[in-house]
């Protein structure tokens, strides 16, 4: 199980690889691809817009809970006028992701500090959106819970969660496939994914209502797909300097994570989906089960 030294480590050393052959406008997720996507870049900001679509406002506050180097924190901030303030367990991302608002010119709507997001230390009720991009999958699931229970802590009365995360299906028969998914996720420091309908109790637990979530796998297979073929095509060189030790055995396990996530889409052990849930609206809050927000 990936605790967080592990998350970090699996960034700071794969950064190479994802500058080299994946990160375009500092997106580090997986891409969507409809009839009008041209290339990677815009494939990275697609799916950054396919899951804020009708679930971000212009002008609102937003926590990105998960922010890697700020390409969609910077992304919301430009196509939202949102002000953002990302959080990472990088130092090293949040240091690039200063960077990256710096130079777009955009570091007075976007800040990045470094935080756990299962327990930061930002007010109650202090964002519009808390929003969360293929990074709360890092988590194991009582780190999940934590994650849900922050969210509506910091979510302003009628604010909104919004994510695209990875989930597994509700049942995976053959134990061979459960190998399979552990491994891949193993070898991207994911401690396991959540089923939709476990992540939907345990939100309503914490206190969200209005579930909704959407299946995007279709739009990300090509990007999947990519993903592969760049894994496969660099494995030779890959391995050669792994036996010479120039590269560190998480770098290696990433490259072999690259083929893996696309033997679990082949075998459907995994889907892309975006999902959102919203707190419920101060008069409204006596619902929630710790009886908080009542006015
Ligand atoms: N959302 C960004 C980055 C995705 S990579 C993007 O789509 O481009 C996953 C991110 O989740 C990394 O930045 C990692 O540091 C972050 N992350 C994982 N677990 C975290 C935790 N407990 N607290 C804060 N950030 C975490």
């Not at 794969?14 to 997106?27: E, G, Q």
């Amino acid at each position: 199980m990936a605790d967080t030294d592990d998350i970090v480590r699996y960034y700071d050393q794969t950064w190479f690889d994802y500058r080299l052959l994946w990160t375009r406008n500092h997106h580090m997720h997986f891409g969507f691809w409809d009839a009008t996507t041209r290339n990677q870049a815009e494939s990275l900001a697609a799916m950054t817009r396919a899951t804020a679509d009708g679930n971000v406002r212009p002008g609102e506050r937003i926590l990105d809970a998960g922010c890697g180097v700020g390409g969609p924190a910077l992304w919301l901030a430009r196509h939202y006028d949102a002000e953002v303030v990302g959080v990472s367990l990088s130092d090293a991302q949040i240091a690039k992701a200063r960077e990256h608002a710096d130079r777009e010119g955009l570091a007075d709507m976007v800040r990045f500090e470094r935080a756990d997001f299962t327990a930061t230390a930002f007010a109650d009720a202090s964002f519009d959106v808390v929003w969360a991009q293929e990074s709360v999958c890092h988590v194991p699931a009582d780190a999940k819970k934590a994650f849900l229970a922050e969210a509506e802590r910091v979510l302003r009365p009628g604010g909104r969660l919004v994510m695209e995360d990875w989930f597994r299906p509700a049942t995976i028969e053959r134990d061979a496939d459960a190998a399979l998914l552990q491994d891949w996720l193993d070898k991207w420091a994911i401690s396991g994914l959540a089923t939709v309908a476990e992540f939907r109790a345990w939100a309503e637990a914490a206190g969200f209502t209005d579930f909704c979530h959407r299946d995007l796998t279709v739009g990300a297979r090509p990007s999947l797909r990519r993903l592969y073929a760049l894994s496969l095509a660099c494995y030779p060189v890959g391995v050669a300097l792994r036996a010479l030790r120039l590269r560190s055995a998480t770098q290696h396990a990433n490259m072999q994570g690259g083929r893996l996530q696309w033997h679990a889409h082949r075998r459907g052990l995994w889907s892309i989906r975006a999902v959102s849930a919203r707190k419920p609206d101060a008069q409204t809050a006596g619902h929630h089960p710790e009886g908080q927000g009542t006015s």
